[in-house]
């Protein structure tokens, strides 16, 4: 018999706005249009982060290695670990000559390090492979715009992930499938690429999740999967693709029985539950919330606690963060993007929804490097370049809506300056580390009496009121 639980508010902090929303909501106004920010991304060559200011901030913005706690390694023989990653975002070299096409696609990426991609996700693997968790789950924009031709490499090296005897399970993302965006990069060409299809989708990663499923639902590419220590990961499809991708997510109404039907089955053989998505569950961007969190989400929010399921991981904002609805026993946690600075992804021991722990870990690009004795130098000073880089994307974005504003110069690099810095952190879950030096400082000031009604203003804003917390931690009770 279902199990209604009473159901009462939590607290939610205040929430952030997503990187990956940006970008898509100006695709949506210019309907496909890209946003041009001028940043060098070419092997070899360093980033302008723009001119040093007095104020900034007096410890290194570069966001160190987070220190996790011992972990136990064995619970009842199972490794108690659960790996999570996100919005991998891989692309297949045989779809570029990494020629002027490529290299101007890479610049303009919205903060996704395409030229590293390659190193990004080979360390991950290797590193998922070194800690042995009981499954590694992620959660969707496997691809960068869905290439059929990348999905295919990327399960090349998912493989060797289950020959090390590690679980993937894997769903889509709203990059992934039917995505019109799919191209090859040849010279300065950009030609149209080999989309990937739903029903290519599942017999690619079939032995990532499909294949493997306890459960598939027949209306989207949903399914349920069983952990060795019993928990089951509820995976849903929430992306709309239906003729071509759409940015937003939502869950079909046949979903929503078949939701009904496997949970009662869960429930009846007290099985602990994890619901997974791409897109978020709750509101975590005020702003972007038609883009980020699923359409009706209190539907699923409800159908979800009423059955007992107190813990939803997802993706899609590009940010790492979490938050507790306000009216179910549901906790949110936000994982943020691999493929964007610090390349971090999470771990999770849990032993019920009332009981676990989250903690991030940053990908090792530089001892990766230094192991294969790559000459890159860009590698072998990851976290500063990969920290500069994306700095310099917030930096020329805010450049671009301030100039030839009524603002003397050096007012409007101090403003990018700040937007980008706060920027980088709050990517990272740590914006809470500089969060009385954003208040305080000149360029802060100078963003408020500028225009309240500018979106980059409200980010700012928004970043500022978030700041409450460090994302990258999340320990329940």
């Given at each position: 018999?279902?199990?209604?639980?009473?159901?009462?508010?939590v607290w939610a902090g205040a929430v952030l706005l997503g990187g990956c929303s940006y970008s898509d909501q100006q695709d949506a106004a210019a309907e496909g249009a890209d946003i041009i920010i001028e940043t060098q991304t070419d092997t070899g060559a360093e980033t302008d982060p723009g001119?040093?200011?007095?104020?900034?901030?007096?410890?290194?913005?570069?966001?160190?290695?987070?220190?996790?706690?011992?972990?136990?390694?064995?619970?009842?023989?199972?490794?108690?670990?659960?790996?999570?990653?996100?919005?991998?975002?891989?692309?297949?070299?045989?779809?570029?000559?990494?020629?002027?096409?490529?290299?101007?696609?890479?610049?303009?990426?919205?903060?996704?390090?395409?030229?590293?991609?390659?190193?990004?996700?080979?360390?991950?693997?290797?590193?998922?492979?070194?800690?042995?968790?009981?499954?590694?789950?992620?959660?969707?924009?496997?691809?960068?715009?869905?290439?059929?031709?990348?999905?295919?490499?990327?399960?090349?090296?998912?493989?060797?992930?289950?020959?090390?005897?590690?679980?993937?399970?894997?769903?889509?993302?709203n990059h992934d499938i039917n995505n019109s965006k799919a191209s090859v990069y040849k010279g300065s060409s950009v030609v149209p690429g080999e989309t990937t299809s739903p029903e290519q989708f599942a017999r690619i990663y079939e032995d990532f999740g499909y294949s493997e499923a306890m459960?598939?639902?027949?209306?989207?590419?949903?399914?349920?999967?069983?952990?060795?220590?019993?928990?089951?990961?509820?995976?849903?499809?929430?992306?709309?693709?239906?003729?071509?991708?759409?940015?937003?997510?939502?869950?079909?109404?046949?979903?929503?029985?078949?939701?009904?039907?496997?949970?009662?089955?869960?429930?009846?053989?007290?099985?602990?539950?994890?619901?997974?998505?791409?897109?978020?569950?709750?509101?975590?961007?005020?702003?972007?919330?038609?883009?980020?969190?699923?359409?009706?989400?209190?539907?699923?929010?409800?159908?979800?606690?009423?059955?007992?399921?107190?813990?939803?991981?997802?993706?899609?904002?590009?940010?790492?963060?979490?938050?507790?609805?306000?009216?179910?026993?549901?906790?949110?946690?936000?994982?943020?993007?691999?493929?964007?600075?610090?390349?971090?992804?999470?771990?999770?021991?849990?032993?019920?929804?009332?009981?676990?722990?989250?903690?991030?870990?940053?990908?090792?690009?530089?001892?990766?490097?230094?192991?294969?004795?790559?000459?890159?130098?860009?590698?072998?000073?990851?976290?500063?370049?990969?920290?500069?880089?994306?700095?310099?994307?917030?930096?020329?974005?805010?450049?671009?809506?301030?100039?030839?504003?009524?603002?003397?110069?050096?007012?409007?690099?101090?403003?990018?300056?700040?937007?980008?810095?706060?920027?980088?952190?709050?990517?990272?879950?740590?914006?809470?580390?500089?969060?009385?030096?954003?208040?305080?400082?000149?360029?802060?000031?100078?963003?408020?009496?500028?225009?309240?009604?500018?979106?980059?203003?409200?980010?700012?804003?928004?970043?500022?009121?978030?700041?409450?917390?460090?994302?990258?931690?999340?320990?329940?009770?």
């Amino acid at each position: 018999m279902k199990k209604i639980w009473i159901l009462f508010g939590v607290w939610a902090g205040a929430v952030l706005l997503g990187g990956c929303s940006y970008s898509d909501q100006q695709d949506a106004a210019a309907e496909g249009a890209d946003i041009i920010i001028e940043t060098q991304t070419d092997t070899g060559a360093e980033t302008d982060p723009g001119p040093s200011s007095p104020w900034l901030p007096p410890e290194e913005t570069t966001i160190a290695p987070l220190k996790l706690p011992e972990l136990p390694t064995e619970t009842d023989t199972v490794n108690p670990e659960i790996v999570i990653a996100s919005d991998i975002h891989y692309l297949a070299k045989e779809l570029t000559d990494f020629g002027n096409a490529f290299s101007e696609m890479a610049r303009n990426e919205d903060g996704k390090m395409v030229s590293y991609v390659w190193e990004i996700t080979d360390a991950f693997l290797g590193e998922v492979i070194a800690r042995r968790p009981q499954v590694l789950i992620l959660s969707g924009d496997l691809t960068l715009n869905g290439e059929y031709v990348s999905h295919e490499a990327l399960a090349l090296q998912l493989k060797r992930v289950e020959e090390a005897g590690i679980p993937v399970v894997v769903i889509p993302g709203n990059h992934d499938i039917n995505n019109s965006k799919a191209s090859v990069y040849k010279g300065s060409s950009v030609v149209p690429g080999e989309t990937t299809s739903p029903e290519q989708f599942a017999r690619i990663y079939e032995d990532f999740g499909y294949s493997e499923a306890m459960s598939r639902d027949p209306y989207s590419l949903s399914y349920i999967y069983e952990l060795r220590d019993g928990t089951w990961l509820l995976m849903l499809d929430s992306c709309q693709y239906e003729g071509s991708a759409l940015v937003g997510g939502m869950i079909r109404t046949g979903t929503y029985e078949w939701i009904d039907t496997e949970l009662e089955k869960a429930w009846n053989d007290d099985r602990r539950v994890i619901a997974v998505s791409h897109h978020n569950l709750l509101d975590e961007s005020r702003i972007y919330e038609d883009d980020c969190t699923i359409e009706h989400s209190e539907d699923l929010q409800e159908k979800l606690s009423s059955w007992g399921v107190g813990l939803f991981l997802s993706g899609h904002l590009h940010v790492q963060h979490y938050k507790e609805s306000e009216e179910y026993f549901i906790d949110e946690i936000v994982t943020s993007a691999l493929s964007i600075f610090p390349c971090q992804y999470g771990v999770l021991q849990f032993f019920g929804p009332d009981h676990y722990y989250y903690q991030t870990r940053k990908t090792n690009i530089t001892a990766w490097a230094e192991e294969r004795n790559n000459p890159d130098r860009n590698l072998h000073n990851f976290d500063e370049y990969a920290n500069e880089f994306l700095k310099d994307v917030f930096y020329r974005e805010a450049m671009k809506e301030l100039e030839g504003k009524e603002l003397r110069p050096e007012q409007i690099r101090n403003m990018a300056d700040l937007y980008g810095t706060a920027n980088v952190h709050a990517v990272a879950g740590s914006a809470y580390k500089i969060q009385d030096f954003i208040i305080d400082s000149e360029a802060y000031k100078q963003w408020q009496e500028y225009d309240h009604s500018s979106i980059l203003c409200m980010y700012l804003n928004e970043i500022v009121e978030d700041a409450v917390v460090d994302y990258n931690e999340k320990r329940k009770p």
